[in-house]
Nanobody, 125 residues
């Protein structure tokens, strides 16, 4: 059984940093596309960043996170990370990690096979 467990969320102030982690069990993801999405109530799940499996793990970022975040992974620990800096109140959301073995749109949630339960990030102004 594949499980993805996110951690590292919390309540921070604008301008602070957070590092989210996603530990994967039941599957090795060295060739998968691994991604972070976020969602606020009433809105669609939104792409944040990904490491593209078929491009050797090359990173891709949403415009809103470009320059403020870094996605990385520790293959030995089967863990995905998202370092977020200069956080803004509009970054407040539940953050999810996801994995896919398919060649598909990296920004579309339906391109992913497995999802974590999410971790809440709240940024106060």
């Amino acid at each position: 059984q594949v499980q993805l467990i996110e951690s590292g969320g919390g309540l921070v102030q604008a301008g602070d940093s957070l590092r989210l982690s996603c530990t994967v069990s039941g599957r090795t993801f060295s060739r998968d596309t691994m991604a972070w999405f976020r969602q606020v109530p009433g809105k669609e799940r939104e792409f944040v960043a990904a490491l593209i499996g078929w491009l050797g793990g090359s990173p891709s970022y949403a415009d809103a996170m470009q320059g403020r975040s870094t996605i990385s992974r520790d293959i030995a620990k089967n863990t995905l990370f998202l370092q977020m800096n200069s956080l803004k109140p509009e970054d407040t959301a539940v953050y999810y990690c996801a994995t896919s073995s398919r060649v598909a749109s990296i920004t579309a949630p339906d391109g992913y096979d497995y999802w974590g339960q999410g971790t809440q990030v709240t940024v106060s102004s």
